[in-house]
Every structure is written in C-alpha cells, then in structure tokens.
C-alpha cells in the first residue's frame, strides 16, 4: 500500500504582541508556503486563519500589522490581539500547496473548510455496465467501477455533453425511467425514429442493449479519429456485404461521432488510470520534488537535486512499477479520499494551471523521468497564492 503521511504544519513561530514586527519580521522566510496563525493561553483561542501564499513573510507582516487608524471603524479583524503563534509548511508547487492547505484545513477547521474548497473539484461520467439498466451519469464525484468512471473533465457542462453524445452516437436510451421497466415499459418515439433498439419495450433483450452500452464505454477512451477510421472500415465491408442497413447505421455513427472530439479529443482516460508519479518545482532551480498519486491517496515521495538524480530516479521508477498494483476501491463515503480525487482531477482537467508533470506510472521509465525531472528543474514557475482561506 502507498505510505500517506499528511503535510503538516511542521515549523512554527511565537509571536510578542507587544513586541515590534521587525523583532521577528525577518524570522519569517519570504518564500511561498502553507500557514496557520493560532491563538494562545491568553487568548483561549485556537487556529484563527489557514492560508497559501506566495510569500509568507508578507502575508504574516500584513495580518499582523494594526489598521493605520484603529479609531475608525473596520471591519478588519485585529489579529495582533488574537494571535501568538504562526505555523506553516514550504510549498514550492500550486500541487503541494493546494494539498497541505487541503490536509489541514479538513482537521483545523472541520466544519467550514468544505465552502473554501468546492472550487477544488472534477467532473466525471461514469456507467456501472453490470447494473440491470446500465446508463451513463455526469457528476461531479466519481462513481460506478473504477474501468468505467471517465474523467477528470474540466465542466459539468462537458460532461452532460459527452453523456448526450453517446446516447446519440450509439442510440442510447434518453429515458431511464422507461428503461427500467424493460421489457414492459412503451417506448418513445426515439424508436420510431430508427434512433433507439427500443429494450424498455423488450423489441432488442437487455443484452443486445448492454452491448451497445459496452460499446459506448470502449468509445469513450479512445483517440475519435481512430474510431472513426476503424468505423470506416466496418461500414465499406458491410456495404461490400451488401449489408446496407448495417452500413447506414454506421455511417450515421461516424457522421455524429465528429461531434465528439471537441469534448474528448485523445479519449477520455478512467479513474483506474489515475496512478501517476508527479514532478513538481523545488525549493530552488535545478530541484525538484516526486509525488506519487492513485484514487483517493497523494504521498510526497522527497525532494531531488542534481547529485541524487541517478539514485532518485532508479527508486521513482521502483515506485511507478508498484503504483500499477495499488487497489483502486473508492468509498464516495470516504469524504477525504473523494476530496483528494477532486484536488487533483482540478489539476489535471486543465492543464494551464499546471506547473509540474504527471507521468502515468504504468509508462514511467528511467528516460521519460530523466526528461520530466530536466523540463522542470530548468522551469521558472512560480508558486501563486492559493485563493482559499479558513477561519475561525
């Protein structure tokens, strides 16, 4: 199993309120991080403010700093007066520090760190193709079978779209409700239409159906182009088969089928391809840090500069070789792991957010990490706020 260990908040930092902000101001680093002011035994008060930060020094001097005219009224909160304490953790990536932000705020703040994060989410299609009536449903969760659970997409509109466009390239039913009363539900008039095999009324079996659904399924990770020309293919031989129906019927496939390849391009892949070994920008240029992520789980992995690269990158390739074998059993119960999903399925949806790179772990060879270690190493990114806070 992937060893997890939460990001912790594990410097820290007293604070004299009485004291002047240059007595401690420069103790503070002034580079990106996660922090948490705290209150203290004087002020019966626990964690008072979480946050992500380009600069911590800042970002603290700022907090911590008494409104220039403290007669007049603010609705500025006085946190010299509360605060005795600053903690944090160095992030050097939007990755690391949305996950240390996502980890401590879920523990500090239990009952009002779940609004700062709904940003933080994916959208998914999924499709249980054992299920009595099999369908495909958009959500912003994953469900159903890891095999069959698409995504991350980056909209809830998309993935209503990609759901319309397979019920209308492989004539889906559109009526669950009707469905589920197969073989004695009346059928609509998508089946006069020559636009549904019709299985709520028992004209097609539930299995000729579920085969059109597996079929639907097999589309959806795959690059549209190469279905279309593998479905050219299919149509000339049942032409020359003097198959004509047969012909049409796939031709009125691949004319809808182009639709499809704004929405999924190169295929969607499924959550049982999220094993990834992630490189991510370190504390300084020519450093890097490794993560290693699989459903529901993200584990830091340490930090790699020039000298240790040879050693490094044999054990990250020792690691992608063990990911391939993690169980994938998302409970949609298990609120942090369906959390985790959402954090970095927002990540990968859309990829001009991204500073780092995912190497799929079934393809990570010693030459793709050299190469993802090398790109990013010599980036110059840098990391920006996170736009989440949580308070007290």
């Known amino acids: 199993m992937l060893n997890v260990t939460d990001p912790a908040l594990d410097e820290s930092m007293d604070i004299d309120p009485a004291a002047d902000v240059e007595t401690w101001r420069l103790k503070l680093p002034g580079k990106a991080a996660c922090y948490l002011l705290e209150g203290g035994d004087d002020t019966d008060t626990g964690p008072v403010l979480l946050a992500t930060v380009g600069g911590l020094r800042g970002a603290v001097v700022r907090r911590m700093t008494e409104p220039d005219e403290p007669d007049e009224p603010t609705k500025r909160i006085d946190y010299r007066a509360i605060v005795r304490r600053v903690r944090w953790r160095m992030v050097c990536s939007r990755l690391e520090g949305d996950w240390t932000y996502l980890e401590n705020a879920r523990r500090l703040f239990p009952r009002t760190y779940r609004r700062m994060i709904r940003h933080w989410r994916a959208h998914w299609v999924g499709v249980d193709l054992d299920a009595p009536h099999p369908r495909f449903v958009a959500k912003d969760v994953p469900h159903g079978p890891a095999a069959t659970c698409f995504g991350p997409l980056p909209t809830a509109k998309i993935a209503r779209k990609l759901v319309e466009s397979l019920e209308d390239i492989f004539d889906l039913c559109r009526y669950h409700d009707v469905l589920v009363k197969s073989p004695h539900g009346e059928a609509c008039s998508y089946k006069q239409m020559g636009r549904c095999p019709a299985p709520c009324d028992g004209t097609v079996s539930m299995d000729v159906y579920r085969d059109q659904v597996r079929a639907a399924a097999a589309f959806v990770t795959r690059r549209v182009d190469g279905w279309i020309d593998d479905a050219t293919r ?148 840098q990391v920006a706020s996170s736009p989440t806070e949580s308070g007290a």
């Open 234 to 381: 299919r149509m000339h031989a049942a032409a020359k088969d003097l198959a004509f129906e047969q012909a049409g019927r796939i031709k009125r496939q691949i004319d809808r089928a182009g639709g499809a390849a704004s929405l999924i391009r190169g295929g969607v892949p499924t959550l049982a391809h999220m094993r990834y070994v992630s490189i991510q920008p370190g504390d300084r240029k020519g450093r890097v840090r490794a993560f290693a992520i699989v459903p529901g789980r993200v584990a830091y992995l340490g930090q790699i500069d020039r000298k240790q690269r040879d050693d490094a990158i044999a054990r990250l390739v020792d690691a992608s070789a063990k990911l391939t074998d993690e169980p994938i059993d998302v409970d949609t119960d298990d609120l942090a792991a369906v959390e985790r999903i959402g954090l970095v399925g927002w990540h990968l949806a859309d990829d001009r957010r991204e500073q780092g790179v995912y190497l799929p772990a079934a393809d990570v060879d010693a030459e793709s990490l050299a190469d993802a270690i090398a790109a990013v190493a010599t980036s110059k990114s």
